[in-house]
């Protein structure tokens, strides 16, 4: 049975497209009677969003002539 990622298409390559922290920050849910609080939920993606960026900020490869100190500050 092929894997489904969560936008419902096959995984094209065998891995997941990396995702973003404007889909983590923007992601909703549908309510429930007995459930979490929705502004502690919003806070947490709010942080886990940020770290997202920050690593995504971290990992990013350099580009053709740019020097290793400037990869990381854009």
Request: glycine fraction near 8%; proline fraction near 8%; charge should be positive.
């Amino acid at each position: 049975m092929a894997q489904v990622y969560r936008s419902g298409r096959l995984y094209g390559t065998g891995r997941p497209a990396r995702i973003t922290p404007h889909e983590v920050r923007t992601r909703t849910f549908a309510p429930r009677r007995r459930g979490v609080d929705s502004d502690e939920v919003r806070q947490f993606q709010a942080q886990v969003a940020d770290e997202l960026a920050d690593l995504h900020r971290q990992v990013r490869p350099a580009r053709p002539g740019e020097r290793p100190a400037q990869a990381g500050a854009a």
